[in-house]
Every structure is written in structure tokens, then in C-alpha cells.
């Protein structure tokens, strides 16, 4: 198997940018790894995910929006992640299980076993390895956003953008309870710091913990 590392937070806490990052640097150093994200990852999973952050969509239900998480989630494992892992390769994904947790159960309040189970369907046997979690206060991290979506062309995907503060603070609590109740699977990293501070510290952990085998194959 290979080695499986994802990455979590808020919005705008800097995941996609840490991501982008971590892949070049192993690139560089001749690890060839697989950089994919959710919802999305494979082209049924990126439909759902057009459906999932339209902000048109406002009457999108909790529920319908639960399910939505792990069908995408659900073809994306079977068409992407778990292929990867069996070939051994290291599989980064921009976001992955723990959101839905943070998100649909600390964030909407959706029955925590409703989503273990989706999940536990979903994921088929597949489970992080290491989960960084860029931590963040919302305040900030939406701030970011904002800046980020008015700079870019194509759909704006900003459905949870428009969410209240209050929910992405319950998101934000919900993120540090889960790296409580996992410490040997987390990494919590100080979102507020620079770009270039955090991935000193992102790249120096993997690159520790990343099996020697898997160096090899990569
Ligand atoms: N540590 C940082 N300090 C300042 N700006 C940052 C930092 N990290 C990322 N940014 C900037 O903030 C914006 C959002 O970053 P990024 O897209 O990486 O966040 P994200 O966590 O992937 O957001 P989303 O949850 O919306 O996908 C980008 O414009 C990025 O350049
Ligand atoms: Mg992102």
C-alpha cells in the first residue's frame, strides 16, 4: 500500500495552497505523487462538486447535501485514491472524511453516525495516514477567500463562503476536536502564520514520516 495524507481546515485556511506546494517539493526530490481533491477528484465527482459549492443552490437540504459528500466520495476512492495506494504511490487529497465530520456533524448537526456510516461505505478501507490540519480563525481564513474567489474567473464556488461565522466556528471546533481525539493520525499546524512558515513545518513532518519503501517506488 501506499501512503495516504490529506489535507484539512477552513475555508481559506491555505490548503490548496500547502497542497500545490508539498507535491513540487516531493516532485523535486523525485516523488511522483498523486495530487487530487474533494468534492471532485474524477470527472462524475467533479459534477457532484458543481452541484456541492453553488451558491445558487441555497435550498440544498443538510441531508441531500450529506449523501452528495459521499457519492462523490464514493467514485472518487473507487477511481482514483484506491488504485493509486494499491500501486503504492503517496495520494494527497485537498480535503477528505474529516470534513464531512466537521462540516455536516459539528457544523449542521447531523447525527455523528449517520456520517461514520456513509463514510465507512464510501472509503471502502481507505484511511488517511497523516491529516494536516492548517487551523485557522475563520475571521481569517474567510477573508482569504473572498479575495481568492474575486480574483479567479469560472463558477464561483462559495456556498459555504456564505455561511454564517458562527458556522464556520463550529467548523473550526469541530476540526480541533477531531486532531484531539487522533493525535497520532493529525498534524495541527498554526494557519495564521505565513505560507512560507507553514510549509517549513509541513514539509519537514512528511518528509519524516513518509516510509522509506515508498520513497523508492515513487
Ligand atoms: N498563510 C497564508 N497567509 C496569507 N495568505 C495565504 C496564506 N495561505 C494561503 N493564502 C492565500 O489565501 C487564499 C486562500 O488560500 P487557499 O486557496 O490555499 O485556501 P484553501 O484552504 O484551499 O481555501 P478553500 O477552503 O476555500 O479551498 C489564496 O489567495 C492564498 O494565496
Ligand atoms: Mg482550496
Known amino acids: 500500500m501506499g501512503y495516504f495524507i490529506t489535507f484539512e481546515g477552513v475555508e481559506g485556511c491555505g490548503k490548496t495552497t500547502q497542497i500545490k ?11 511522483h505523487a498523486v495530487l487530487t481533491r474533494e468534492p471532485g477528484g474524477c470527472p462524475i465527482a467533479d459534477k457532484i462538486r458543481s452541484i456541492l459549492l453553488d451558491a445558487e443552490n441555497r435550498a440544498l437540504s443538510p441531508l441531500t447535501e450529506l449523501m452528495l459528500y459521499a457519492a462523490a466520495r ?4 473507487t477511481e482514483v485514491i484506491s488504485p493509486a495506494l494499491e500501486a503504492g504511490k503517496i495520494v494527497l ?7 464531512t465530520l466537521a462540516y455536516q456533524s459539528f457544523g449542521r448537526g447531523i ?24 487551523d485557522c480563525d475563520p475571521q481569517i481564513g474567510l ?14 464556488e462559495e456556498r459555504f463562503e456564505l455561511e454564517e461565522l458562527a458556522f464556520h466556528q463550529r ?14 493520525r493529525f498534524l495541527i499546524i498554526d494557519g495564521a502564520d505565513t505560507i512560507e512558515g507553514i510549509f517549513a513545518t509541513i514539509s519537514t513532518q512528511v518528509l519524516a514520516r513518509i516510509p522509506e519503501a515508498l520513497r523508492a517506488v515513487c
Open 171 to 184: 467548523v473550526r471546533a469541530g476540526y480541533q476536536q477531531l486532531a484531539v481525539d487522533q493525535p497520532e
Open 111 to 134: 447525527d455523528r453516525g449517520v456520517i461514520d456510516t456513509l463514510n465507512v461505505q464510501a472509503c471502502q478501507g481507505v484511511s488517511p495516514d497523516l491529516t494536516i490540519l492548517v
Open 143 to 156: 477573508a482569504r477567500a473572498r479575495q481568492r474567489i474575486e480574483a479567479t474567473s469560472g463558477p464561483r
Open 93 to 99: 487529497c485537498d480535503r477528505f472524511t474529516d470534513a
Open 74 to 77: 464514493s467514485q472518487h476512492v
Open 21 to 31: 506546494l508539498l507535491s513540487e517539493l516531493l516532485a523535486a526530490r523525485g516523488i
